[in-house]
């Protein structure tokens, strides 16, 4: 990945960087934007621009497709197996494949339960509460899923361990 960020960045930061960015993103021209600034001031901000890519050194434009290049250069990873479906630790939005149905709810009983760990219905409830605002609907497909095994009663819930 490249850091050309940076240079823009350092631009943001600075506050005459900054209000001269503004300034030229308003339409206002190079010279108009700068006049305030003192020689020494003015060519330091502009080469900082130049530098950055914002600013076009032969024209004193602002190029405003700066910005776009660099989120083509560094596009945003794209979340993989049951990232997917989650924002943070809480479902999203359920799988349409079955297999990654599957995936997802493996993840979710290993999140609610350790190995070798019995949890009463209240506990276990606490714990897909985190993870989804269906309780209910979670928990039986723990269940029908052969991921998570209830007591005949109900009282109880334990991981299924594979063999």
Do not use: C
């Not at 405003?64 to 989120?71: K, N, S």
């Amino acid at each position: 990945m490249t850091d050309e960020w940076r240079s823009v960045i350092a631009v943001l930061a600075n506050d005459e960087g900054r209000r001269m960015l503004a300034r030229l993103i308003l339409g206002e021209s190079l010279d108009s934007a700068t006049a305030e600034l003192p020689v020494g001031r003015r060519e330091k901000v502009v080469r900082s621009l130049e530098r950055s890519g914002l600013l076009d050194a032969d024209s004193g434009a602002l190029r405003e497709q700066r910005f776009r290049e660099l989120l083509e250069a560094a596009p945003a990873p794209r979340a993989t197996g049951v990232d997917r479906y989650l924002d943070g630790e809480r479902i999203r939005q359920w799988p349409a494949r079955p297999a990654d149905r599957l995936a997802l709810l493996r993840w979710v009983a290993t999140r609610a339960l350790a190995a070798g760990e019995l949890v009463d219905e209240r506990t276990m409830n606490e714990r897909l509460a985190r993870i989804s605002d269906d309780t209910a609907l979670l928990r039986r497909y723990l269940v029908d899923h052969g991921l998570v095994e209830r007591r005949a009663d109900g009282s109880q819930y334990a991981l299924v361990q594979p063999d």
